[in-house]
């Protein structure tokens, strides 16, 4: 089996990690991929990846059995819709299906008629609605953009002056709406659920760090580390939640007409009234794939091949490695705000020395002397695996500490409150 791979992150480069390891993956190309992903795939040059006149033009071109979607734009963009117009299998939802995750106000919509336990929630495209919903939600204020804003568009504040002026920006934007929610406490957790549009298969649950400092500090990112499992996590939560949540929306989304095939994303709060949905994706989470992946031994090509046909129920559990896995994301000088860029990385190689761990390649580039630059906000996403958390933990950071990328900065807690037994779902 020949398999392209959209995408250029970390997620991607996990991904491509996982398919050169299944037997019937014969090749990967990768579009545009990145440095990292180089040694594995053939990398094909995709100046945007929602151009899908070009994507499938190189999925043809390399005759591909199988196309994987990594980031939500091209998803949005109706790029699998012509993969599939063409015959070509694509694990990854159509544009309407996508709509989960591009329109906040849609998968209220969708977990209203099916039923899923989410926040209380107003859709306003007034400043007068946003007033009247925060003041019958009360603080802390939790103002969302209605649209992709790659893990940046949500505000979580008590400072009602700052809620109100992320409300007004966001509606000041073309066609603007936003969503008020109402606070939910409590971990919060991600739970991948793979779908061919009518069977549903959890992965094992991940939590992700959002902010950007330490103890939960600062703005919000794309994502600062993950760990997987979840040890403090209720006993059977994963098949709870594909009951409860899961398979209701792929139902609800199949008695739409709009099947959902791909990844759904389940973002959770563990809330004192039990699990809440905070969102849905409709793709794998970055940086969680990079440490679920880490895990799991069923072979990627043929699960994911399964899911984009039809032919999910072919498998009645996955296999997981008894291990746990860490993640931390090493990123650019002023991240989450404009990044700097062009740095020189390097200690990449000393990495291979510490047991267990490897460095995925998230924003970085070759510069016209062909060394190794950032060139993004998250650059690299470091892996270890250990019997615990707390080995993991070590291996991943004495890892870290090998990396040398000036300005750049880490989470120095990627779970640390686990690995201390500290989680508590009250
Ligand atoms: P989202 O883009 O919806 O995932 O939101 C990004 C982050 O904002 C989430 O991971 C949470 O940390 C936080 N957040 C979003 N919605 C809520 C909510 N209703 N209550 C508390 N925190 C939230
Ligand atoms: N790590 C969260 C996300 O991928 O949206």
Same mark, same amino acid.
């Not at 063409?86 to 849609?106: N, Q, T, Y």
């Not at 039923?115 to 009360?138: K, S």
């Not at 008020?180 to 939590?207: H, N, R, Y």
């Given at each position: 089996?020949?398999?392209?791979?959209?995408?250029?992150?970390?997620?991607?480069?996990?991904? #491509?990690?996982?398919?050169?390891?299944?037997?019937?993956?014969?090749?990967?190309?990768?579009?545009?991929?990145?440095?990292?992903?180089?040694?594995?795939?053939?990398?094909?040059?995709?100046?945007?990846?929602?151009?899908?006149?070009?994507?499938?033009?190189?999925?043809?071109?390399?005759?591909?059995?199988?196309?994987?979607?990594?980031?939500?734009?091209?998803?949005?963009?109706?790029?699998?819709?012509?993969?599939?117009?063409?015959?070509?299998?694509?694990?990854?939802?159509?544009?309407?299906?996508?709509?989960?995750?591009?329109?906040?106000?849609?998968?209220?919509?969708?977990?209203?008629?099916? *039923?899923?336990?989410?926040?209380?929630?107003?859709?306003?495209?007034?400043?007068?609605?946003?007033?009247?919903?925060?003041?019958?939600?009360?603080?802390?204020?939790?103002?969302?953009?209605?649209?992709?804003?790659?893990?940046?568009?949500?505000?979580?504040?008590?400072?009602?002056?700052? !809620?109100?002026?992320?409300?007004?920006?966001?509606?000041?934007?073309?066609?603007?709406?936003?969503?008020?929610?109402?606070?939910?406490?409590?971990?919060?957790?991600?739970?991948?659920?793979?779908?061919?549009?009518?069977?549903?298969?959890?992965?094992?649950?991940?939590?992700?760090?959002?902010? #950007?400092?330490?103890?939960?500090?600062?703005?919000?990112?794309?994502?600062?580390?993950?760990?997987?499992?979840?040890?403090?996590?209720?006993?059977?939560?994963?098949?709870?939640? #594909?009951?409860?949540?899961?398979?209701?929306?792929?139902?609800?989304?199949?008695?739409?007409?709009?099947?959902?095939?791909?990844?759904?994303?389940?973002?959770?709060?563990?809330?004192?009234?039990?699990?809440?949905?905070?969102?849905?994706?409709?793709?794998?989470?970055?940086?969680?794939?990079? #440490?679920?992946?880490?895990?799991?031994?069923?072979?990627?090509?043929?699960?994911?091949? !399964?899911?984009?046909?039809?032919?999910?129920?072919?498998? *009645?559990?996955?296999?997981?490695?008894?291990?746990?896995?860490?993640?931390?994301?090493?990123?650019?000088?002023?991240?989450?705000?404009?990044?700097?860029? @062009?740095?020189?990385?390097?200690?990449?190689?000393?990495?291979? @020395?510490?047991?267990?761990?490897?460095?995925?390649?998230?924003?970085?580039?070759?510069?016209?002397?062909?060394?190794?630059?950032?060139? @993004?906000?998250?650059?690299?996403?470091?892996?270890?695996?250990?019997?615990?958390?707390?080995?993991?933990?070590?291996?991943?950071?004495?890892?870290?500490?090998?990396?040398?990328?000036?300005?750049?900065?880490?989470?120095?807690?990627?779970?640390?409150?686990?690995?201390?037994?500290?989680?508590?779902?009250?």
């Amino acid at each position: 089996m020949k398999v392209l791979v959209v995408g250029s992150g970390a997620r991607e480069h996990a991904i #491509v990690r996982s398919l050169v390891k299944d037997q019937v993956v014969d090749a990967v190309i990768a579009a545009p991929g990145n440095p990292g992903i180089d040694g594995l795939a053939l990398s094909e040059p995709l100046a945007d990846v929602t151009d899908s006149a070009e994507v499938l033009a190189i999925a043809q071109r390399h005759g591909v059995d199988l196309v994987i979607i990594g980031p939500e734009a091209p998803l949005v963009a109706g790029v699998a819709d012509v993969l599939r117009d063409s015959g070509i299998d694509v694990f990854g939802p159509s544009a309407e299906a996508a709509r989960l995750e591009g329109s906040k106000a849609f998968a209220k919509d969708v977990m209203s008629a099916a *039923d899923v336990p989410t926040g209380l929630a107003h859709v306003c495209t007034t400043i007068e609605q946003v007033i009247d919903a925060m003041d019958a939600l009360g603080a802390p204020h939790v103002i969302k953009e209605d649209g992709l804003a790659a893990g940046k568009g949500v505000v979580v504040t008590d400072d009602r002056d700052a !809620a109100l002026a992320h409300a007004e920006a966001c509606l000041a934007k073309e066609g603007g709406s936003v969503v008020v929610e109402e606070f939910l406490d409590g971990p919060e957790i991600s739970l991948f659920v793979l779908s061919d549009g009518v069977t549903v298969l959890p992965l094992s649950p991940a939590q992700d760090f959002k902010r #950007v400092g330490d103890d939960d500090a600062g703005p919000n990112t794309g994502g600062m580390g993950a760990y997987s499992p979840l040890g403090w996590a209720p006993e059977g939560l994963a098949s709870d939640l #594909v009951a409860r949540v899961a398979q209701p929306t792929i139902d609800e989304m199949r008695r739409r007409g709009t099947p959902f095939v791909g990844v759904l994303f389940i973002g959770l709060a563990m809330t004192s009234r039990g699990p809440r949905v905070i969102e849905f994706n409709a793709r794998f989470g970055d940086p969680e794939t990079q #440490v679920v992946l880490a895990r799991l031994l069923t072979p990627l090509g043929g699960l994911l091949k !399964a899911a984009a046909t039809g032919r999910l129920d072919d498998y *009645d559990r996955l296999r997981w490695a008894d291990d746990h896995a860490v993640t931390v994301v090493v990123a650019s000088h002023n991240y989450p705000g404009t990044p700097r860029t @062009g740095d020189p990385i390097a200690g990449l190689e000393e990495v291979e @020395g510490v047991p267990t761990a490897y460095v995925l390649h998230a924003g970085t580039t070759l510069d016209g002397d062909g060394r190794l630059v950032s060139s @993004g906000g998250r650059v690299l996403s470091v892996v270890a695996t250990g019997a615990d958390l707390s080995q993991a933990r070590e291996r991943a950071y004495a890892a870290v500490e090998l990396v040398e990328l000036d300005g750049s900065h880490h989470r120095s807690d990627i779970a640390l409150k686990a690995s201390r037994d500290e989680i508590r779902v009250t």
